[in-house]
């Protein structure tokens, strides 16, 4: 086994532990809401295994896990693990670092989205992955989407902790780290077409190889578990306020800029097209209610 199979095996092995450690996050929050706002019967996760079709020649594309649960805190929540492997299409692979001579990749991850039944609590996304052509890197963040007004804005108790935890896991790998990955959060995370943020960030990174490979898959290791730290904490501040009509409905009109995004810029979401992956667990970023005013 080759220096690069081994770290393939490491990264795959973390991300599905990782889902799993999240997976019993989540579980233990749906059971702490209070039964008075949420209702009695607390949800549990649904995995899907899943496999891409296989290539011409009948060799094994690999494939995925679908970790879905709808709850009662967690309206709708998707925690996914894929470890895929094939060639990319001609015309895809001219726009992947790496491929444009060569094809061939492999790619493994988690990704995840969370949609709150009580509007107080922000919906949050986090992916991480390891993807590699004749280059390798890593790539990942996480991003907090509040759905209520008065939650948007960078000075809000919930994105200055989410921020903050976010910023001590880039710390203990470089001190600069941090400005340049919210930064680029800023920036992809961003709404072209109505001049505005999808929520209020986080850190975004991409084609990260420092040279150094265990470094670089300590950093993703941390980011992770920065996240299972971050959002569980910004749920709790929140998981006994109460909600109303015109909450849902500001709700709704908010979670509509998350669809228009993962529709229109998600580079995650070609990405999954692009290579064959499994419709449903891609599309299941969309929130179970949107509006459009």
Known sequence: MTTRDERKL??????ESLRDRIMAAFEELEREAPPGLYGAAPGAFERTPWQRPRAADGADQGGGVMGMMRGRLFEKVGVHTSTVFGSFPPDFAQQIRG???????????????????NPNV??????????????????????????LSAQRTADHPDARAFHATMKAACDRFDPDWYERYAKWAEEYFWLPHRGEPRGVGGIFYDHHDSGDWDRDFAFTQAVGEAFLEAFPAVVRRHIAEPWDDRLRAEQAHWRSRYVEFNLLYDRGTTFGLKTGGNVDSILSSMPPVAEWR
Not at 10 to 15: C, E, G, N, P, V
Not at 136 to 144: E, N, R, V, Y
């Open 10 to 15: 490491l990264a795959r092995a973390w991300f």
């Open 99 to 117: 491929a444009a001579d060569d094809p061939r990749f492999w790619a493994s991850g988690i990704s995840l989205i969370a949609h709150m039944a």
């Open 122 to 147: 922000p919906a949050v996304h986090m992916n991480t992955r390891m993807i590699v052509t004749t280059q390798s890197w890593f790539g990942g963040g996480a991003d907090l989407n509040p759905t």
